[in-house]
T-cell receptor
Framework: GAVVSQHPSWVICKSGTSVKIECRSL??????MFWYRQFPKQSLMLMATSNEGSKATYEQGVEKDKFLINHASLTLSTLTVTSAHPEDSSFYICSATPGQLGGNTIYFGEGSWLTVV | QKEVEQNSGPLSVPEGAIASLNCTYSDRGSQSFFWYRQYSGKSPELIMFIYSNGDKEDGRFTAQLNKASQYVSLLIRDSQPSDSATYLC???????????FGQGTRLTINP
């Protein structure tokens, strides 16, 4: 299957600092990338959808100024959690698709555990 | 009503038996449906997807789709302890370039 790589796998940061998570599609060009957040024992919650070269579309309730998403190329998207606080501690997962979902599927990265202390 | 609903479980099945996981969705226009498996602390991994009414088989897994009833299921034959995980149903709503996930069903296969 297609490979989506996420980095870092886990990160600990101090409250008030910013942290960047990278998501790369290794063997296909991702027209669309998605960022999810998952709290323990809960399902995946879509945060935003990004298309290469355009602004991300954020889901309702997600602060776009706090969660900065950049999709600079067809193989790379980044999520920056700005001024992180302990309540932002979560499992962040990116995913990518090579085309329209009707004819393609979504592949997930390995996820990034963020702990804000 | 949630867009995608699953019984959170836990669902316990003896080893070797058939595990049946169910999912209902609210958007009648949804076109594509996915089943993912997620082990604790790990990212979801795709098991299979289905677009057309009926059954789709892949090894020990069979996905069943009934668009009239807005229902999709996953059957796991000859269940193994390694199948113990949370199974996520995901739906691509009509006209949307995204997947909406259910809350997942926690499955335990007992040796």
């Amino acid at each position: 299957g297609a490979v989506v790589s996420q980095h870092p796998s886990w990160v600990i940061c101090k409250s008030g600092t910013s942290v960047k998570i990278e998501c790369r599609s290794l063997d296909f060009q991702a027209t669309t990338m998605f960022w999810y957040r998952q709290f323990p024992k809960q399902s995946l919650m879509l945060m935003a959808t990004s298309n290469e070269g355009s602004k991300a579309t954020y889901e309702q309730g997600v602060e776009k100024d706090k969660f900065l998403i950049n999709h600079a190329s067809l193989t790379l998207s980044t999520l920056t959690v700005t001024s992180a606080h302990p309540e932002d501690s979560s499992f962040y997962i990116c995913s990518a698709t090579p085309g329209q979902l009707g004819g393609n599927t979504i592949y997930f990265g390995e996820g990034s555990w963020l702990t804000v202390v | 009503q949630k867009e995608v609903e699953q019984n959170s479980g836990p669902l316990s099945v003896p080893e070797g038996a058939i595990a049946s996981l169910n999912c209902t969705y609210s958007d009648r226009g949804s076109q594509s449906f996915f089943w993912y498996r997620q082990y604790s602390g790990k990212s979801p991994e795709l098991i299979m997807f289905i677009y057309s009414n009926g059954d789709k088989e892949d090894g020990r897994f069979t996905a069943q789709l009934n668009k009239a009833s807005q229902y999709v299921s996953l059957l796991i034959r000859d269940s193994q302890p390694s199948d113990s995980a949370t199974y996520l149903c995901a739906v691509n709503p009509q006209g949307a370039q995204k997947l909406v996930f259910g809350q997942g069903t926690r499955l335990t296969i007992n040796p």
